[in-house]
């Protein structure tokens, strides 16, 4: 039974990060899932502070605020002229290293350090369940990422054409009458959400490779938005299936081996893809060469 959760979680937290990684692919933004991802981390730090607890809501809450935070700063460093990969950059370090040093000071006795927030250790899920009225409900991480997961379902599933047209042509959206701001930031507030609610179970690693991996190699097979966004959930459920087994087998970290076999994946789509694959193209070339010869 254990298996089933362990699997069934790594495939919540590809689902989730992936449906949104879509569209931080497509914007060109798949970095800021990992600025996201680590800044957050002084939002934890101050939301245990705050609750003494890890159970609670206030430290989603928490790193959700300093998720959007970070949003924010980059988006104000960008418009003052600073590169965008230098706004990413400041911010993402200087947050993250705002919480390095918050862990240091007040959680040097409390499991809250890097190991912890990095890492993760999804092997542990089946034995942090939750307990309503005397019974055993499941999970903490299944229900907490399965509703970050819903959340993310029914906002873009309300707001789709609005999403997609940001994503393809944000200047089109913007004459159409569309808020393109406020559709970039709840954008944002939905990867915050999803990250905050996988880190204590799986780890930045496993999330941060759930956000860009499979949605790039969606990108490759396909060209359109609700087709990627199908690929890339089943590249995801299939990563964590596949590399739950290698993980066993090597006894190694089963995140890691998760996005190792998501990384082979792209690989082998990078290589073979029949509109995009490097190889493919090579063939096609040396055929349109031979014909025209």
């Known amino acids: ?32 899932g990992d600025a996201i991802s680590h800044s957050v981390l002084p939002g934890i730090v101050i939301a245990f502070l705050i609750s003494g607890s890890r159970d609670s809501l206030i430290m989603l809450l928490g790193a959700a605020i300093i998720g959007l935070l970070t949003v ?22 200087a947050l993250f290293a705002v919480g390095i040093v918050l862990i240091s000071l007040y959680t040097r006795d409390i499991d809250l350090d890097l190991d912890c927030v990095l890492y993760g250790e999804i092997a542990y899920v089946p034995w ?32 789709y054409k609005q999403f997609k047209i940001c994503a393809f042509d944000p200047a089109m ?17 939905l990867v915050s959400i999803t990250t905050v609610a996988s880190f204590e ?30 690929y890339t959930v089943a590249i995801g459920c299939l990563s964590s299936i596949i590399g739950y087994y290698f993980a066993s087998i090597l006894d190694a970290s089963i995140a890691g081996s998760m996005i190792c076999v998501a990384g082979g994946i792209f690989l082998i789509t990078l290589l073979f893809s029949p509109s995009h694959g490097v190889i493919m193209r090579k063939l096609k070339q040396r055929k349109l060469i031979q014909e025209t010869v």
Request: aromatic fraction near 10%; include cysteine.
């Open 1 to 32: 039974m254990s298996t089933f959760w362990v699997i069934f979680t790594g495939a919540l937290v590809a689902s989730a990060c992936g449906l949104v990684g879509c569209f931080l692919v497509l914007r060109k933004m798949a970095m800021i």
């Open 72 to 93: 924010f700063l980059i988006q104000l460093f960008t418009q003052s002229g600073v590169q965008s990969d230098a706004s990413i950059g400041v911010v993402f370090t």
């Open 128 to 159: 942090n369940t939750i307990h309503f009225m005397g019974m055993d409900i499941g999970p903490k991480a299944v229900w907490g990422v399965g509703l970050s997961l819903l959340l993310s379902i029914i906002v873009i599933s309300l707001f």
């Open 201 to 230: 179970s799986v780890g930045a690693i496993l999330v941060v490779g759930m956000l860009v991996v499979p949605p790039a190699t969606a990108y490759l097979l396909t060209e359109k938005l609700s087709r990627m966004i199908i």
């Open 173 to 189: 959206a913007a004459a159409v009458g569309i808020p393109v701001a406020l559709f970039h930031y709840l954008l944002m507030g």
